[in-house]
C-alpha cells in the first residue's frame, strides 16, 4: 500500500499521527476495518456509558454485582498491601470496590490518556487519602515500567469489563504475557470476561431498541471527519451487530447504504452499497475457554466467580514460575 498522509494537522495531538496512520491502513484493507479503540473521544466515551446504562446491556451492570457480591472471597485471593495495577482508566466505579474490600499498598492507573489519569487520581486521592497513587501515561498493550515506589511491593493487575474481549485471541494471549512480563513473579490478575450465552440475548446487547449502540457506532466516522478532515455522510452508512458463532464474537459493523467515495486526508475510500467496515470484534468466552487462553499466557486460574445466571465471570490468575 503507498497511501500519501499529509502530516500538518498541527491541531491532532501526538497519537493522532498512528490514528490518520491506522484509519487509511484499515479502509484499505479487505474487509474495510477500524481499531475499537477509537471510538472513545469525548462523545464515544459519553456514549458509552449511556450504553452502560441501558436496560439490554448486562455486562457493566453484572460485573459490578460480582465484584461487590464476592467482594470478601475476592480479597481473600490478594495479598495485603500489594500495588494494584489497573490496565485501562476508566470510570472509577469498579476499582473502588477493590479499594473498599482490600487493603492496598498502591494504586497504579495505567492509561493513554494523561489528562484523563490525572483527573481520576485525585478523586482517588481524596476519598482514599491513605492510599498512595502513581499514575503511569502508557499504552497498556505494549511493556512500560512500573513506578519504582511499589517495586517491593506484591503485584495485582486489574483488567475489568471484559475489555480483554476486545482483542483477537493471539492478541488477548500477546496482552496476557505481557501483564505478566510488568506485574512479575508471584502476580496475581483480577480479570472480567463476558460469558457466551443466548444469541438473543447478545444480538439485544449490541442492537438495543434505542439505538445508543448505534450512535456510538456511527460516532467513530464523525470523529474520522473532525480530526482527519474526513466527509463521511454518516446517514449514508447504518449500524450491524451479528454474533459470529463460529469465532464466538459480536461483531459490530457499518455498512454503506449506497454506492460511494469517502474522502480523508489525501486518500479516497470506495465502497459498493452493503459493503461493511469492521468496527469491533467482542469475543465471548466460556469459563474453560479462558482458563485455557490463560495457561497458555503463563498464568494459572485460581478461582472463578459469576453472577447466579451465568452472565459475566471476573477471573483471579496467578502468576506461573517461569521456566
Ligand atoms: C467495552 C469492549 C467491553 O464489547 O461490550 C459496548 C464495548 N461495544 N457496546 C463490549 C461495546 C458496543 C464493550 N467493551
Same mark, same amino acid.
Given at each position: 500500500?503507498?497511501?500519501?498522509?499529509?502530516?500538518?494537522?498541527?491541531?491532532?495531538?501526538?497519537?493522532?499521527?498512528?490514528?490518520?496512520?491506522?484509519?487509511?491502513?484499515?479502509?484499505?484493507?479487505?474487509?474495510?476495518?477500524?481499531?475499537?479503540?477509537?471510538?472513545? !473521544?469525548?462523545? /464515544?466515551?459519553? +456514549?458509552?456509558? *449511556?450504553?452502560?446504562? @441501558?436496560? %439490554?446491556?448486562? =455486562?457493566?451492570?453484572?460485573?459490578?454485582?460480582?465484584?461487590?457480591?464476592?467482594?470478601?472471597?475476592?480479597?481473600?485471593?490478594?495479598?495485603?498491601?500489594?500495588?494494584?495495577?489497573?490496565?485501562?482508566?476508566?470510570?472509577?466505579?469498579?476499582?473502588?470496590?477493590?479499594?473498599?474490600?482490600?487493603?492496598?499498598?498502591?494504586?497504579?492507573?495505567? !492509561?493513554?490518556? /494523561?489528562?484523563? +489519569?490525572?483527573? *481520576?487520581?485525585?478523586? @482517588?486521592? %481524596?476519598?482514599? =487519602?491513605?492510599?498512595?497513587?502513581?499514575?503511569?501515561?502508557?499504552?497498556?498493550?505494549?511493556?512500560?515500567?512500573?513506578?519504582?515506589?511499589?517495586?517491593?511491593?506484591?503485584?495485582?493487575?486489574?483488567?475489568?469489563?471484559?475489555?480483554?474481549?476486545?482483542?483477537?485471541?493471539?492478541?488477548?494471549?500477546?496482552?496476557?504475557?505481557?501483564?505478566?512480563?510488568?506485574? /512479575?513473579?508471584?502476580?496475581?490478575?483480577?480479570?472480567?470476561?463476558?460469558? %457466551?450465552?443466548?444469541?438473543?440475548?447478545?444480538?439485544?446487547?449490541?442492537?438495543?431498541?434505542?439505538?445508543?449502540?448505534?450512535?456510538?457506532?456511527?460516532?467513530?466516522?464523525?470523529?474520522?471527519?473532525?480530526?482527519?478532515?474526513?466527509?463521511?455522510?454518516?446517514?449514508?452508512?447504518?449500524?450491524?451487530?451479528?454474533?459470529?458463532?463460529?469465532?464466538?464474537?459480536?461483531?459490530?459493523?457499518?455498512?454503506?447504504?449506497?454506492?460511494?467515495?469517502?474522502?480523508?486526508?489525501?486518500?479516497?475510500?470506495?465502497?459498493?452499497?452493503?459493503?461493511?467496515?469492521?468496527?469491533?470484534?467482542?469475543?465471548?468466552?466460556?469459563?474453560?475457554?479462558?482458563?485455557?487462553?490463560?495457561?497458555?499466557?503463563?498464568?494459572?486460574?485460581?478461582?472463578?466467580?459469576?453472577?447466579?445466571?451465568?452472565?459475566?465471570?471476573?477471573?483471579?490468575?496467578?502468576?506461573?514460575?517461569?521456566?
Amino acid at each position: 500500500m503507498n497511501v500519501h498522509v499529509p502530516v500538518s494537522h498541527e491541531h491532532l495531538d501526538p497519537k493522532d499521527g498512528s490514528f490518520a496512520k491506522d484509519v487509511v491502513a484499515g479502509l484499505s484493507q479487505q474487509p474495510k476495518k477500524l481499531s475499537p479503540k477509537y471510538f472513545y !473521544d469525548e462523545k /464515544g466515551s459519553k +456514549l458509552f456509558e *449511556q450504553i452502560t446504562l @441501558l436496560p %439490554e446491556y448486562y =455486562p457493566t451492570r453484572t460485573e459490578l454485582r460480582i465484584l461487590r457480591d464476592r467482594g470478601a472471597e475476592i480479597a481473600a485471593a490478594i495479598p495485603p498491601n500489594a500495588a494494584l495495577v489497573e490496565f485501562g482508566a476508566g470510570a472509577t466505579t469498579k476499582v473502588r470496590l477493590l479499594l473498599q474490600n482490600c487493603s492496598f499498598g498502591a494504586y497504579v492507573p495505567v !492509561d493513554i490518556s /494523561g489528562d484523563f +489519569l490525572n483527573g *481520576q487520581a485525585s478523586a @482517588l486521592r %481524596e476519598d482514599f =487519602p491513605n492510599l498512595a497513587v502513581y499514575p503511569v501515561t502508557a499504552d497498556f498493550t505494549t511493556p512500560f515500567d512500573l513506578p519504582p515506589e511499589v517495586k517491593d511491593m506484591p503485584k495485582v493487575g486489574f483488567f475489568p469489563g471484559s475489555t480483554i474481549g476486545n482483542f483477537d485471541p493471539h492478541e488477548a494471549r500477546a496482552f496476557l504475557r505481557s501483564a505478566r512480563a510488568i506485574l /512479575g513473579d508471584g502476580a496475581t490478575l483480577i480479570v472480567g470476561v463476558d460469558l %457466551e450465552k443466548d444469541e438473543r440475548v447478545l444480538h439485544d446487547a449490541y442492537n438495543d431498541a434505542a439505538g445508543v449502540t448505534g450512535k456510538f457506532n456511527l460516532n467513530v466516522l464523525a470523529r474520522i471527519n473532525r480530526d482527519l478532515g474526513g466527509n463521511f455522510d454518516l446517514s449514508g452508512f447504518r449500524h450491524s451487530a451479528i454474533y459470529n458463532h463460529a469465532r464466538h464474537r459480536i461483531e459490530m459493523h457499518l455498512i454503506s447504504r449506497k454506492a460511494q467515495t469517502v474522502r480523508i486526508l489525501g486518500h479516497k475510500a470506495t465502497f459498493r452499497s452493503g459493503e461493511t467496515i469492521h468496527t469491533e470484534s467482542s469475543y465471548k468466552y466460556s469459563i474453560e475457554r479462558f482458563a485455557a487462553l490463560a495457561r497458555s499466557s503463563g498464568w494459572a486460574p485460581r478461582a472463578t466467580w459469576t453472577d447466579p445466571d451465568g452472565m459475566f465471570s471476573v477471573h483471579a490468575l496467578v502468576a506461573e514460575d517461569r521456566d
